[in-house]
């Protein structure tokens, strides 16, 4: 008998409660990437990272980049944390989380609140759709931080100098729909703004709380679940500020670690919610037990 391949299969959209608030990951697309170093383990011996790799049962060669956007619904406000790659991704495995909202049961219409955890592309860039604003009715917020240091520009390195053009042509011309945040801000009843500087100079987080449970959704605190997280003093290239960067992390997951706190995380392996577990002198990503409600 011959086995027909059917080709790539994988879930992308998961659904939780979180006490009488409800939690939808979807996951905008995937990138293979063909190096390990850049952008991780930069401080690393290509022996390094190939034991590295061994040791956690992945590839020395490259890695997987996913994106996964997250959806609250809570206190009759639905709010959506970033927007993935709209457009700019959808001929590179990207760009999905418009479609895929659909098959979640929501429209654009119903995002009453867009928060951005900072203003890289894929976070960003699916704002717009054919020119207008991609979820129309939805009010945004952004750290103070990050907005004015992405619009004053004097301090973005100069490797995204693409990235700041993408962010002056899509994030000031909504600024009158914009609240801008500071360190502990609440953002709806239940959902609070935390600082979380470095990766980008302004990186914002945010707690969600409801009936004594919570989640952090922790954005690019970690861009990976091994060589970022595993090894949060090493230097990310992707990170704005990678000194701020490391700090960050470590405060972090330190955390998270000692609170047992439940994080969503943009590139952490889809369903992209998971815990934080100490492992000798550092971490490990464990993922959450929950089942999809779809």
Same mark, same amino acid.
């Given at each position: 008998?011959?086995?027909?391949l ?33 952008? /991780?383990?930069? =401080? ?8 590295i &790799?061994? @040791?956690?049962?992945l590839? !020395?060669? #490259? ?31 990207a ?12 429209a ?9 955890t900072?203003?890289?592309?894929d976070?960003?860039a ?14 945004y ?23 700041r ?5 899509l ?8 609240? /801008?945040?500071? =360190? ?8 609070t &703004?935390? @600082?979380?500087?470095?990766? !980008?100079? #302004? ?7 409801s009936?004594?449970?919570?989640l952090?959704i ?6 990976h ?13 992707f ?28 590139h ?16 490990r ?10």
């Amino acid at each position: 008998m011959t086995t027909t391949l059917k080709g790539a299969y994988r879930p992308t959209i998961n659904r939780f409660a979180l006490g009488s608030a409800e939690v939808t990951t979807i996951l905008d697309g995937a990138h293979i990437r063909d190096a390990i170093n850049p952008p /991780f383990a930069m =401080d690393k011996t290509p022996e390094e990272i190939a034991a590295i &790799a061994k @040791a956690n049962n992945l590839p !020395s060669h #490259g890695f997987e980049n996913t994106y996964t956007p997250t959806l609250v619904s809570i206190g009759g406000q639905l709010v959506l944390f970033d927007t993935g790659f709209g457009a700019m991704g959808r001929d590179n495995h990207a760009g999905q989380l418009r479609r895929r909202l659909a098959v979640a049961g929501y429209a654009p219409e119903d995002i009453d609140v867009l928060a951005f955890t900072h203003c890289h592309p894929d976070h960003i860039a699916g704002v717009l759709e054919d020119g207008v604003p991609a979820y129309p009715n939805a009010r945004y917020v952004i750290g103070r931080r990050e907005f004015d240091a992405w619009s004053d520009g004097s301090e973005i390195p100069a490797q995204r100098a693409q990235n700041r053009e993408m962010f002056m042509k899509l994030i000031p011309p909504l600024a009158e729909k914009m609240t /801008f945040l500071e =360190d502990g801000d609440s953002v709806v009843p239940g959902l609070t &703004a935390e @600082a979380a500087f470095g990766h !980008s100079l #302004g990186h914002m987080m945010y707690r969600v709380e409801s009936d004594n449970k919570s989640l952090l959704i922790w954005g690019d605190v970690t861009n990976h679940y091994v060589y970022s997280l595993q090894y949060p003093e090493s230097i990310v290239g992707f990170d704005d500020d990678k000194a701020m960067a490391i700090a960050t992390r470590k405060r972090v997951l330190d955390m998270v670690a000692t609170d047992g706190l439940l994080v969503s995380g943009h590139h952490m392996p889809f369903p992209s919610v998971g815990y934080v577990e100490r492992h000798g002198a550092s971490y490990r990503w464990t993922p959450a037990s929950y089942q999809s409600r779809m």
